[in-house]
């Protein structure tokens, strides 16, 4: 699937063809963010049904050059410098989905909480939730939570609910009132190449010479836990390298500092292809405190990496029997899991487990429940 560069939608003129499916799929989310992938896997499984979606990428003016080069634009109000102050006004007013009140289609799918109030002026309004951490948790910034918080009453005007977890559906029906029969899990899927090599092969007993290289993708946020990342690789010493996926703060930098981890850690900020970053990895350890899907986890699984994860909300669910699962924060028994993978017999054992687990989540699986998801507003068609 080629992926078409954006126009920009124009207030008097809706240059946005429908494609005969009538199905409209909006993004809000920036390069970066999980929303924006998740949006890009659900474009991706309806394709391959055949199902030709009309996109739209709403985008805040000042931070353009963070935006997928997605489809139809709709732009924000552009406020004196930008940033964060033009983000928070353009989620906390219907900026975006007054724009999308007009637009041709039989369904809108909005794959963010603050553009659900386009239920405001639709009828057929499809809302993702990836999770309900800003709802009840103190885990993001509070002007973050309350803009969040904000936009939430308008998800029950929503015909359809879409979440990606047990937990997360859990969650919403427990916090929001919302019947059990229009929230539905759609699963998502690894969008890495598939490796060529099957089963991925056994890596070297790690040692000084050779040493093993732990994965860990995750933004830097305090939930995600990095810090346990980190003092589990420094515990574990010279055999064990690191590569951590994300764009750093000051402090974790410090922290790295601390615990003379410079040498033996790689960041990466910035990454064009994920696979060489997977491909390079022995195991990929995941201790993050709250996840509403993990697709780190999937992506690790895919390639047949062992994983070592947390307990918390939605991990064990996603990562099943295909990874070992370690309570709380202590760094103790992540550095056992770590060394069981060091013996060959366990190591082949967990490979073949994850590459196992990933077979329940795939593109096809996703086009089918989110199909199903959408059946009610496109009975007929």
């Known amino acids: 699937m080629s992926l078409p560069h954006a126009s920009v939608l124009r207030p008097a003129a809706h240059p946005l063809s429908v494609a005969g499916s009538g199905v409209l799929l909006v993004n809000g989310s920036?390069?970066?963010?999980?929303?924006?992938?998740?949006?890009?896997?659900?474009?991706?499984?309806?394709e391959s049904r055949g199902i030709h979606p009309s996109v739209v990428t709403c985008v805040d003016p000042s931070l353009r050059r963070e935006y997928p080069d997605w489809g139809v634009i709709v732009?924000?109000?552009?406020?004196?410098?930008?940033?964060?102050?033009?983000?928070?006004?353009?989620?906390?007013f219907p900026v975006f989905t007054r724009q999308l009140q007009g637009l041709p289609?039989?369904?809108?799918?909005?794959?963010?909480?603050?553009?659900?109030?386009?239920?405001?002026?639709?009828?057929?309004?499809?809302?993702?939730?990836?999770?309900?951490?800003?709802?009840?948790?103190?885990?993001?910034?509070?002007?973050?939570s309350w803009v969040h918080n904000r936009n939430l009453?308008?998800?029950?005007?929503?015909?359809?609910?879409?979440?990606?977890?047990?937990?997360?559906?859990?969650?919403?029906?427990?916090?929001?009132?919302?019947?059990?029969?229009?929230?539905?899990?759609?699963?998502?899927?690894?969008?890495?190449?598939?490796?060529r090599e099957a089963p991925r092969p056994r890596p070297e007993p790690p040692s000084e010479r050779s040493p093993w290289n732990l994965l860990y993708v995750a933004t830097d946020r305090p939930h995600k836990n990095i810090r346990l990342f980190l003092e589990v690789l420094a515990r574990?010493?010279?055999?064990f390298r690191g590569t951590l996926v994300s764009r750093l703060r000051a402090e974790t930098v410090r922290r790295i500092g601390e615990l003379g981890l410079s040498s033996r850690l790689t960041v990466v900020d910035r990454v064009p292809r994920l696979e060489e970053v997977y491909g390079s990895a022995q195991a990929m350890l995941y201790p993050s405190r709250y996840e509403g899907f993990g697709i780190p986890l999937v992506e690790a699984l895919s390639r047949g990496l062992?994983?070592?994860?947390?307990?918390?909300?939605?991990?064990?669910?996603?990562?099943?029997?295909g990874g070992q699962i370690v309570p709380g924060s202590d760094p103790t028994p992540w550095c056992e899991a770590v060394e069981r993978l060091t013996d060959p017999?366990?190591?082949d054992t967990w490979s073949a487990r994850a590459a196992d687990r990933a077979r329940d989540f795939t593109m096809d699986r996703t086009a089918s429940a989110l199909l199903a998801a959408y059946a009610p507003?496109?009975?007929?068609?």
């Open 30 to 46: 920036r390069t970066f963010d999980g929303h924006a992938r998740h949006f890009e896997m659900y474009w991706r499984a309806l």
């Open 75 to 92: 732009e924000g109000w552009k406020v004196p410098g930008g940033g964060s102050l033009e983000m928070g006004l353009n989620r906390l």
């Open 105 to 144: 289609g039989r369904l809108l799918h909005v794959n963010d909480v603050y553009l659900a109030s386009a239920a405001r002026f639709r009828s057929d309004v499809v809302v993702t939730i990836a999770d309900l951490a800003k709802a009840y948790t103190s885990i993001y910034p509070w002007a973050a």
């Open 153 to 195: 009453p308008y998800v029950a005007k929503a015909r359809v609910l879409v979440c990606h977890s047990d937990f997360v559906r859990g969650e919403i029906l427990a916090r929001l009132g919302v019947p059990e029969e229009r929230v539905h899990i759609v699963p998502l899927y690894s969008l890495l190449d598939p490796p």
């Open 236 to 239: 574990l010493g010279p055999r």
């Open 306 to 321: 062992p994983v070592v994860a947390s307990d918390r909300t939605a991990i064990p669910g996603v990562v099943g029997n």
């Open 345 to 347: 017999h366990e190591y």
């Open 377 to 381: 507003l496109l009975e007929g068609g």
